[in-house]
């Protein structure tokens, strides 16, 4: 499951996105397949275009959280 690359992601619409536990800013990956939230360490995965910020389907986020 893994997203679409036919429409990218409104950037209006990403500046506005913000983790669902913390409030906290989200980084979308270069691909655009899953964003970030820093903080939690979670990952929130991006299916055909659509972000699912349901917290109990995120998961640990792969990369080193910044300080």
């Given at each position: 499951r893994t997203r679409s690359t036919d429409m990218p992601l409104d950037k209006?619409?990403?500046a506005i996105l913000r983790c669902p536990r913390c409030k906290g800013e989200l980084d979308l990956d270069p691909a655009e397949t899953?964003?970030?939230c820093a903080p939690?360490?979670?990952q929130y995965e991006v299916v055909?275009?659509?972000p699912n910020f349901l917290p109990?389907?995120?998961r640990p986020s792969t990369s080193s959280?910044?300080?």
């Open positions: 209006d619409l990403i899953a964003f970030t939690c360490q979670l055909d275009g659509v109990d389907d995120a959280p910044t300080a």
